[in-house]
Nanobody
């Protein structure tokens, strides 16, 4: 069973930056199918970014501000978040093992515990 552990969340002022990390361990996983999602209180889990089949996808609400990257040697993926806005406040989750669409949270089988990102105005 693959374990995903996120880190790097915290409190930041609007306009600031954070980098989230997601370390995978404990089993075989496909690095080419990993994603980031976020969930604000009372909201559905929202697609943020993903690697899927050799391509990178970025959600519309964060395009131009967030980037996804990875270090295969460390079995880690990253989410670089720049120009943060208060509406980016959410718990951010790393996910793996999608069975279908990269943007659909229901298709992912492995999830981390999440890391809180709070952006103050």
């Amino acid at each position: 069973q693959v374990e995903l552990v996120e880190s790097g969340g915290g409190l930041v002022q609007a306009g600031g930056s954070l980098r989230l990390s997601c370390a995978a361990s404990g089993g075989a996983f496909n690095r080419d199918y990993m994603g980031w999602f976020r969930q604000a209180p009372g909201m559905k889990r929202e697609f943020v970014a993903a690697y899927s089949g050799g391509y990178i996808y970025i959600g519309a609400s964060v395009k131009g501000r967030f980037t996804i990257s990875r270090d295969n040697a460390k079995s880690t993926i990253y989410l670089q978040m720049n120009s943060l806005k208060p509406e980016d406040t959410a718990v951010y989750y790393c996910a793996g093992g999608p069975r279908g669409s990269y943007y659909d949270a229901n298709e992912y089988t492995n999830w981390g515990q999440g890391t809180q990102v709070t952006v103050s105005s």
